[in-house]
Nanobody, 120 residues
């Protein structure tokens, strides 16, 4: 059984930084793309950043030059370094991964979410 567990959210002042982590656990053959999405109550979940297994990255325009996504394939972990945070970055941040588990088909997995609140 595959699980994604996020950590690193919290309350930060505008202009501050946070680093989110997400570790994938279980009997995993391969992890393909990994990414971060966010959702504000009452709005659709939106893409923040993705990273392929070859470390090619993609960012939402709203976070370019402020957020950096990275991954450690040996640890099945993806990170999101968030700098110069703004109040509009406040959201529940979800980890996502495209995973091939042992004995099962390739599928899309989600974490439970970690809250990021940017406020003075």
């Amino acid at each position: 059984q595959v699980q994604l567990v996020e950590s690193g959210g919290g309350l930060v002042q505008p202009g501050g930084s946070l680093r989110l982590s997400c570790i994938a656990s279980g009997t995993i053959v391969s992890i393909y793309s990994m990414g971060w999405y966010r959702q504000v109550t009452g709005k659709q979940r939106e893409l923040v950043a993705t990273i392929t297994s070859a470390s090619s990255t993609n960012y939402a325009d709203s976070v370019k030059d402020r957020f950096t996504i990275s991954r450690d394939n040996a640890k099945n972990t993806v990170y999101l370094q968030m700098n110069n945070l703004k109040p509009e970055d406040t959201a529940l941040y979800y980890c996502n991964a495209d995973i091939l588990p042992y004995g099962l088909g390739r599928d899309d997995y989600w974490g439970q979410g970690t809250q990021v609140t940017v406020s003075s």
